[in-house]
């Protein structure tokens, strides 16, 4: 009797409670393929912080532009060659 037991066990593990895991975690992966509302609404976010720091450097550039062209000419005591890159 207990080794029929045993046998049962396995053959109910093998048939039955295997398959049922791979199914479960075959659906848990399928539903993790779109976005959840939350990673929507993150992805929102980001999305509008990111076009407000490209407003904000484009204003930065125009005043930087705008400063630029309102000065006589590069300083004399500055040496800007160390920055540049070739």
């Given at each position: ?49 990111a076009r ?35």
């Amino acid at each position: 009797m207990p080794e029929e037991f045993f046998i049962l066990a396995v053959l109910g593990i093998i048939f039955i409670g295997f398959p049922a895991t791979i199914f479960h975690y075959i659906t848990m992966w399928r539903k993790q393929k779109t976005l959840q509302p939350d990673d929507e609404r993150m992805l929102e976010d980001l999305w509008r912080s990111a076009r407000a720091m490209e407003r904000r450097i484009e204003s930065l550039e125009s005043i930087i532009d705008g400063e630029g062209a309102r000065s006589d000419g590069p300083d004399p005591n500055l040496r800007d060659d160390v920055y540049r890159k070739n």
